[in-house]
């Protein structure tokens, strides 16, 4: 008989929506926004497609490039590149998830995190669940109260998703310091999102965290699967023996080090996308305030806004019928269906098709 892991038998596998057909994709954390005319030239000319990742030049300088944007030591062996910001958190659970590992997870979360994590085996996973209706401090003062709890390691997104808590710099310095032997992930997918630096800092003054963030999201290079992660040298040193070079592109290379040299690009879309939030703001209050079938709405950090409604099924039907995929939320918040804000056109579809339901 041939032996296998059997902890996966009764696993759900992770999977993403299927919906290439419909006219604007509002289910899944893309971000159609243009990437920068260089980008886009160097996937058009690109002819290497024989060849696996090197360390070269261009990856080093994109190393120091990152070092740069995150404010980080460029002399310090503290990045690490990695085949989409997934493989980032798979290779912390490896080394961190132990059989003896207690871990904390606040929910609701990043659900492939937590498809990766059930198949290692672990002595406790506790996932509290968090109420959408917290402020900032009240989730930072909830965390502390079930961090006393003594975990050995934390998973934290930040912002979180799909709520969008965001935790202060001095408030993560807090945590860290207060919990010294637990070590804690910061995810930092969507912080760009945001009017909030990077943590990324942290990691040159505590030894128990890794910050986690990814090309995918802001930068728009989602296909190209480019994440990296960013601690001390001595986790570093742990890390790379699960590590496989060749998991890095050159040409994923050369599009994000082309990304960050134009900076000023992606800094104009965000102010646009800033633009369309406030836009989304107003509407929603109105919406909530005039249309009963809705009671309430989320929009935090991040790159989302959520409504609550009395039946998360019909509105998602209803958005099908009008070629709009939305993801329904309900098995995070009760009542909850999320959309992913895209351009400002299809906001304003959404806002004529939401007025008529």
């Known amino acids: 008989m041939l032996k296998y892991n059997s902890i996966t038998e009764n696993l759900v596998s992770y999977t993403i929506p299927s919906t290439t057909n419909y006219k604007y994709k509002m289910d899944i954390g893309e971000f159609p926004f243009p990437q920068h005319s260089s980008v886009l030239d160097v996937v058009k000319n690109f002819n290497n497609l024989y060849t696996y990742g090197v360390v070269d030049d261009e990856f080093n300088e994109l190393l120091i490039e990152i070092k740069k944007y995150n404010n980080l030591n460029k002399d310090a062996d503290n990045v690490l590149l ?42 406790q996973v506790d996932k509290p669940y968090t109420n959408y209706k917290l402020t900032n401090d009240e989730f930072n003062d909830w965390l502390l109260l079930n961090l006393e709890n003594k975990y050995d390691l934390c998973y934290l997104v930040n912002p979180t998703m799909p709520i969008g808590h965001i935790l202060k710099r001095e408030q993560i310095s807090n945590i860290l310091n207060q ?18 630096n990077s943590l990324s800092s942290l990691i040159e003054e505590y030894n128990n965290v890794v910050v986690v963030r990814t090309f995918s999201k802001f930068f728009g290079l989602a296909s190209l699967r480019l994440g990296y992660l960013m601690t001390n040298e ?4 742990l890390l790379k023996p699960y590590y496989n070079y060749k998991d890095i592109t050159k040409l994923s290379v050369g599009c994000a080090l082309l990304s960050l040299k134009n900076y000023d690009h992606y800094d104009n879309n965000k102010k646009i996308f800033f633009e369309i939030k406030d836009f989304i703001k107003i509407n929603l209050q109105k919406l909530v305030e005039n249309n009963k079938k809705f009671i309430d709405f989320i929009i935090n950090e991040g790159m989302f806004f ?6 998360p099924s019909e509105l998602k039907k209803y958005f099908d019928l009008h070629s709009i995929a939305v993801r329904n939320k309900n098995c995070d918040i009760k009542g909850a269906v999320r ?8 906001m304003e579809e959404v806002f004529e098709i939401l007025n008529k339901y």
Request: aromatic letters at 10%; proline letters at 4%; glycine letters at 2%.
């Open 339 to 346: 959309f992913t804000i895209i351009d400002k056109q299809a």
């Open 306 to 311: 959520t409504l609550i409604c009395d039946e």
């Open 179 to 196: 919990f010294p032997n637990t070590m804690f992930i910061v995810d930092e997918a969507y912080v760009e999102f945001t009017k909030n």
């Open 82 to 123: 990695t085949n989409g910001s997934d493989n980032a958190l798979r290779l912390i659970l490896d080394l961190f998830a132990t059989s003896e590992s207690k871990l904390l997870v606040p929910t609701p979360t990043y659900v492939h995190f937590e498809c990766m994590l059930d198949t290692k085996q672990v002595k």
């Open 234 to 237: 001595k986790i570093m040193k």
